[in-house]
């Protein structure tokens, strides 16, 4: 059975820093690409961040460009994300999630996106003074 | 960045009820690269179909899903009872992916 478990979420005031860790089992870590998805309170899901599977590329959105970092470590199963800079809007639950799959673009055959299969149950971070 | 429109914000049904959800891109999906989520309150989204009519692996036939271009639909046949809750389309066509805000199916 696949299972994501995310921790590491709490209360950090503005400026601060977190790591997230997100602990997978029952299928083969190291052969997927995994991402970061967040949800703030009452809102819909934003995706955050993605790492391939041998943690060679990493991708951001902009919103947390240059104060996130994603890494991930295959030998002992497990997805980070180094939270920096932490801004008031950066308050949600972070789910880590498998992906299930991708889309490509038609013209130059690079990725275009991707879905998710499995997600963990989440961790939330709240930036609070 | 596509953005993905879903109506109604809320949708009043009864169980055994057919519900029928709507999902507008702000442009065309490229290759129907639309996925469509189920999430229940304190939990994580379960992937309900891809590929716009692909369901996930033990997903249910009565949800099915249609459409392509810029205009996308998810079918529930039949309401059961574990049906209620909240469902999101995403795009992965075009980067970055992005979700839609939404729609509740709520028991009336």
């Known amino acids: 059975e696949v299972q994501l478990v995310e921790s590491g979420g709490g209360l950090v005031q503005p400026g601060g820093s977190l790591r997230l860790s997100c602990a997978a089992s029952?299928?083969?870590?190291?052969?997927?690409?995994m991402h970061w998805v967040r949800q703030a309170p009452g809102k819909g899901l934003v995706w955050v961040s993605r790492?391939?599977?041998?943690?060679?590329?990493?991708s951001y959105a902009d919103s947390v460009k240059g104060r996130f970092t994603i890494s991930r470590d295959n030998a002992k199963n497990t997805l980070y994300l180094q939270m920096n800079s932490l801004r008031a809007e950066d308050t949600a639950v972070y789910y880590c999630?498998?992906?299930?799959?991708?889309?490509?673009?038609?013209?130059?055959?690079?990725?275009?996106?991707?879905?998710?299969?499995?997600w963990g149950q989440g961790t939330l971070v709240t930036v609070s003074s | 960045e596509i953005v993905l429109t879903q109506s109604p914000g809320t949708l009043s049904l009864s169980p055994g009820e057919r519900a029928t959800l709507s999902c507008r891109a702000s442009q065309s999906v490229s290759s129907s690269y639309l996925a469509w989520y189920q999430q229940k309150p304190g939990q994580a989204p379960r992937l309900l179909i891809y590929g716009a009519s692909s369901r996930a692996t033990g997903i249910p036939d009565r949800f099915s899903g249609s459409g392509s271009g810029t205009d996308f639909t998810l079918t529930i046949s039949r309401l059961e009872p574990e049906d209620f809750a909240v469902y999101y389309c995403?795009?992965?066509?075009?980067?970055?992916?992005?979700f839609g805000q939404g729609t509740k199916v709520e028991i009336k």
């Open positions: 995403q795009q992965y066509g075009s980067s970055p992916v992005t």
């Open positions: 029952g299928f083969t870590f190291s052969s997927y690409w």
């Open positions: 790492i391939n599977s041998d943690g060679s590329s990493t």
């Open positions: 999630a498998r992906e299930g799959g991708r889309g490509y673009d038609i013209l130059t055959g690079y990725t275009s996106g991707y879905y998710f299969d499995y």
